[in-house]
T-cell receptor, first 111, second 115 residues
Framework: GQSLEQPSEVTAVEGAIVQINCTYQTSGFYGLSWYQQHDGGAPTFLSYNALDGLEETGRFSSFLSRSDSYGYLLLQELQMKDSASYFCAVRGNQAGTALIFGKGTTLSVSS | KAGVTQTPRYLIKTRGQQVTLSCSPISGHRSVSWYQQTPGQGLQFLFEYFSETQRNKGNFPGRFSGRQFSNSRSEMNVSTLELGDSALYLC??????????????FGPGTRLTVT
């Protein structure tokens, strides 16, 4: 079926760069999305990649390689406020048009 | 533009009872999806509705049901509650169901506790 794999936890220090990887399995592919969720908050959209390559939005970038069924989220100049959970999500054929999420990566940024 | 709203925000029920959760999407959004979030399990997909039609359903028992009204508002119902149903239930709306239109806007969630 449809599945996504991402690391459960990542730690880093302020000012550093961190990469959160996501590998997916799905029949049919309609793009890879990333969402951020702070403790007690709602998930919020970060980025969407439908084609191979890098998309940059400020300190955050997202990369996709469709041939490798792989993507990553790159966070630069880390700040304490970036401490949150990050989810990758795909829409594939198995679940129709539904967006399916990975289990999330908890990022802890320390000073 | 107002965001996605969910009511109630918190709910405590006992086993065997049923519960109805409500979601009002962003104005103009026709797609509403529901997710269950529990620690360590991420966001598990429950249902997706588009223009009052259920487009997809996740791997949840028949005790979980939902519907969408003509104004795009949606409700989900859980009957015969079990302890394992305790979770944060998130509703998300989007303009559409493909490409960038599938960008989800989440509500704050309903925290359901079953005792």
């Amino acid at each position: 079926g449809q599945s996504l794999e991402q690391p459960s936890e990542v730690t880093a220090v302020e000012g550093a760069i961190v990469q959160i990887n996501c590998t997916y399995q799905t029949s049919g592919f309609y793009g890879l999305s990333w969402y951020q969720q702070h403790d007690g908050g709602a998930p919020t959209f970060l980025s969407y990649n439908a084609l191979d390559g890098l998309e940059e939005t400020g300190r955050f970038s997202s990369f996709l390689s469709r041939s490798d069924s792989y993507g990553y989220l790159l966070l630069q100049e880390l700040q304490m406020k970036d401490s949150a959970s990050y989810f990758c999500a795909v829409r594939g054929n198995q679940a129709g048009t539904a967006l399916i999420f990975g289990k999330g990566t908890t990022l802890s940024v320390s000073s | 533009k107002a965001g996605v709203t969910q009511t109630p925000r918190y709910l405590i029920k006992t086993r065997g009872q049923q519960v109805t959760l409500s979601c009002s999407p962003i104005s103009g959004h026709r797609s509403v999806s529901w997710y269950q979030q529990t620690p360590g399990q991420g966001l598990q997909f429950l249902f997706e509705y588009f223009s009052e039609t259920q487009r997809n359903k996740g791997n949840f028992p028949g005790r979980f049901s939902g519907r969408q009204f003509s104004n795009s508002r949606s409700e989900m119902n859980v009957s015969t509650l079990e302890l394992g149903d305790s979770a944060l239930y998130l509703c998300a709306s989007s303009l559409g169901t493909s490409g960038r239109a599938n960008r989800k806007y989440f509500g704050p969630g309903t925290r359901l506790t079953v005792t």
